[in-house]
Each structure stands twice: as structure tokens, then as C-alpha cells.
Nanobody, 124 residues
Framework: QVQLVESGGGLVQAGGSLRLSCAPS????????MGWFRQAPGKVREFVAG????????IYADSVKGRFTISRDNSNNTVYLQMNRLNAEDTAAYYC?????????????????WGQGTQVTVSN
């Protein structure tokens, strides 16, 4: 079984930054794609950012483009989400995801594994 372990969430003031990290644990696993989704209270889960593992493809939701950066470290299968200029609308539980095959980065069904989520709260 593969578990995705997220870290880096917390409370930050509007305009501040946070960096989320996610790495798989458990059985050996080499992802083809990894991504981040988020879900705010009372709202549906939404795509935030995705990255292919063997290539340079990254995509972002329009709401975070220019503020968030997804990156990876192939040596330890870790994916990061650098979040800058945070605002109250970014408050949500953030979920790391990983997929075994290359598929649409924007869609949740492309991913095989999900983390437990890490809370990001942005105060005004």
C-alpha cells in the first residue's frame, strides 16, 4: 500500500507564503504524475496544480497561476507546492495526489493515491 504524507500547512496572514511537501511512503512507488487539490468548507474539491514526473509539464488552476509553483524532487519522489501571496480564498484542506500513469492532470480520476490533507488557513 502507498501512503502520501503531506506537511507544511498552517496559519498564515494574507500576503504571506507557505510551502507544502508530499512524499509517498509504504511500498516502492514511482509516480507518473502528482498533483495538489484543495477543498474549502461547503465547497467541492478543486484542482490546484499538477506535474508530470518525467518531463516538464506543469499546469495550474487559473485562481493560483502566478502565485503558486509546483515542483518535484525525483531523487526522493517528493512534490512541493510553493504558495505565495496567499489570500483568504486559499483557505482549504490541501490534498496531495499521485498517479501511476500519465493522464489528465486536472482531473481527480487520473490519480490513484490521495493524502490525508493538510490545512491551510489564511487570515486577513
Amino acid at each position: 500500500q502507498v501512503q502520501l504524507v503531506e506537511s507544511g500547512g498552517g496559519l498564515v496572514q494574507a500576503g504571506g507564503s507557505l510551502r507544502l511537501s508530499c512524499a509517498p511512503s509504504g511500498r516502492s512507488f514511482s509516480p507518473a504524475i502528482m498533483g495538489w487539490f484543495r477543498q474549502a468548507p461547503g465547497k467541492v474539491r478543486e484542482f490546484v496544480a499538477g506535474i508530470t514526473w518525467h518531463g516538464d509539464t506543469t499546469i495550474y488552476a487559473d485562481s493560483v497561476k502566478g502565485r503558486f509553483t509546483i515542483s518535484r524532487d525525483n531523487s526522493n519522489n517528493t512534490v512541493y507546492l510553493q504558495m505565495n501571496r496567499l489570500n483568504a480564498e486559499d483557505t482549504a484542506a490541501y490534498y496531495c495526489t499521485a498517479g501511476s500513469t500519465v493522464a489528465s492532470l486536472r482531473h481527480g480520476h487520473s490519480y490513484d493515491y490521495w493524502g490525508q490533507g493538510t490545512q491551510v488557513t489564511v487570515s486577513n
